[in-house]
């Protein structure tokens, strides 16, 4: 049944009911007019405000009052609106990246494509009266790269904050210890703010000519942090519209670009394309770089926290999606643009299964029985050119592994019998 409707008058006297109550007087509601009346009529606009309100909201005029809340508050019917809206953003921003790569493609500029690549570090996640999640930034940095030219611009920059929010300071003390290891506020080391940091980031992704505000792109589980941040900016900014600055899945981006370069490859292409987002994510998350030479910056270098620092990330990140993407071009690499410095690529030959040097049955055979050695040559999967690291030949012996003599004491036929030696029991199992 619908809830009756009721008038401001209504919830006041409920109100005074239970402060007598809590005297000691017990009215019953049949009292309570004569008792509230007086009260009432003294009182002024400004202190009935709060009762009116709570008669809208039970009246219906301000929402159902049997419409289902989330445990902030906040109104379920809001929650699959955002819902539906962040599906039709993950839509748009495959079509996008998509349609990215097909115009590179159409105009030959896949190898010379600019992308953007950034990186934020926070002290903590807290959550506004809203119910959203809200990050204070400590460190940012942005490159971008291409595929023929490697990366050729950076920033990077520590922020500058005076408090954090209210009941958080163990949350970041405890996010802090376990990744970046920043200073806390008011001690932190930077002079930038976060809206100073913002506007540079849109300034150093304009200086591009062929997109007016192109995307940028940063790893999925990161993707929040950064929208979260650049919206709390934007938001305040009366030029700026939030919607205007548009963050993508990186691994969205390895995966179509990938699969242009293998399409598009001058040579055989060493690596095949990823069959799903999820083992190009997979791919970018291994942290190949995470420990080369000239990533991170100095303060991360110091103490000793090179895979969380930024700028670590982000160089990581590009290099990984040009060792992935670049070979099919054919670009010679560079170092310090194209990989990291003094980069020894240790080569990891593989032999197919239906090329194996022997089987099961070749074991038990005199032909191989005496020392195994495999002469094929083993191709360089980094070039002709490019030199293999102190100690690795390029070709394979592996008679220090294997030895399998005569003489050799496990293939004796007494403690390993021959399979033709076994009679069948009679449901009691084999019998030698």
Known sequence: MPNKKRQPFYFFMLEVQKKQRERGKHYSLQEMPAIASPIWASMSKEEKAKYEEQAKRHNGQLGSSSSIKTCHGIDYTEVEREQRQAAKQQKTMKEDVRQMIKQAILAQK???????????????????SDGEPHYDAA??????????????????????????PYGY????????????????????????TIREAVLEVINFISEVDDDVCPPIFTFDDHI???????????SQLATANPGDV???????LLF?????????????????????VFLA???LERGTFDYAEGLPCEYHQEIDRVPNCSQ????????????????????????????????QPTPQPKIRDDESVFTATDLTSEANRSNFSHSAPIRNPWGAASQAPTGISSTANTSSYFNTTKDSSFANTDDFPLLRDIKRGKGRGNLL
């Open 139 to 164: 460190e940012l940095a942005i490159l971008d790269f291409s595929l023929e030219d490697g990366i050729k611009r950076g920033m990077h920059t520590f922020m500058k904050l005076d408090t954090l």
């Open 169 to 192: 300071s163990f949350e970041a003390t405890r996010h802090t210890n376990d990744t970046h290891q920043l200073p806390l506020p008011p001690d932190t080391i930077g002079q930038t």
């Open 110 to 128: 896949i190898s010379s494509k600019t992308y953007f690549v950034i990186h934020i570090n926070y002290f903590c996640q807290s959550r506004g």
């Open 256 to 276: 179509h670009l990938k699969a242009a370069t293998h399409s598009q490859a001058v040579i055989a292409a060493p690596q095949q394309p990823f069959a799903s």
């Open 224 to 234: 929040p942090v950064v929208r979260s941040i650049f919206d709390d900016v934007l």
């Open 312 to 343: 670590t990330k982000i160089k990581g990140w590009a290099f990984s999606i040009i060792r992935s993407c670049a070979p099919d071009l054919g670009i010679t690499f560079m170092e310090g643009k194209h990989e990291p410095m003094n980069t």
């Open 281 to 283: 994510e997979s791919y």
């Open 246 to 252: 548009r963050i993508y899945s990186l691994s969205e």
